[in-house]
C-alpha cells in the first residue's frame, strides 16, 4: 500500500524555520510527483511547493516563493520542505501528496498523508 508519513510541524516564532519531512513507501521512489500542501483553519487548501522525481523540477507558490525549498532524498523515500522566514500567516496543517499516475505537479493528487501542524506566531 502507499503511504505517506508527514512530520517536522511544530510551534515557531515569527522568522524561525522548521524542516517537514514526507516518507514515502509502498512504491518505486523513482517516477513521482510529491506536493506539499497546506490547509489553515476557515481556509482552502492551498499548494505549496511540488517536485518531479523526472526532471527534478520544483514549483512553488508565490506566497513561499524564496523562503521555502523542497528536495528529495531517494535513498531515504524522502521529500523534505525547508520552511524559512515563516510568518504567522504560514500557520496551517501541512500535507504531503503523490501523484504516481500522471507524475504532474497539480491540485490533483493520488495519495495523501496525514498532517502535521506549522504554528507561527508572532
Known amino acids: 500500500d502507499v503511504q505517506l508519513q508527514a512530520s517536522g510541524g511544530g510551534l515557531v516564532q515569527a522568522g524561525g524555520s522548521l524542516r517537514l519531512s514526507c516518507v514515502a513507501s509502498g512504491f518505486p521512489f523513482d517516477d513521482y510527483a510529491i506536493g506539499w500542501f497546506r490547509q489553515a483553519p476557515g481556509k482552502e487548501r492551498e499548494g505549496v511547493s511540488c517536485i518531479r522525481s523526472t526532471d527534478g523540477s520544483t514549483y512553488y507558490a508565490d506566497s513561499v516563493m524564496g523562503r521555502f525549498t523542497i528536495s528529495s532524498d531517494n535513498a531515504r523515500n524522502t521529500v523534505y520542505l525547508q520552511m524559512n522566514s515563516l510568518k504567522p500567516e504560514d500557520t496551517a496543517v501541512y500535507y504531503c501528496?503523490?501523484?504516481?499516475?500522471?507524475?504532474?505537479?497539480?491540485?490533483?493528487?493520488?495519495?495523501w498523508g496525514k498532517g502535521t501542524q506549522v504554528t507561527v506566531s508572532s
Open positions: 501528496a503523490v501523484n504516481l499516475i500522471t507524475v504532474v505537479c497539480s491540485d490533483v493528487m493520488d495519495y
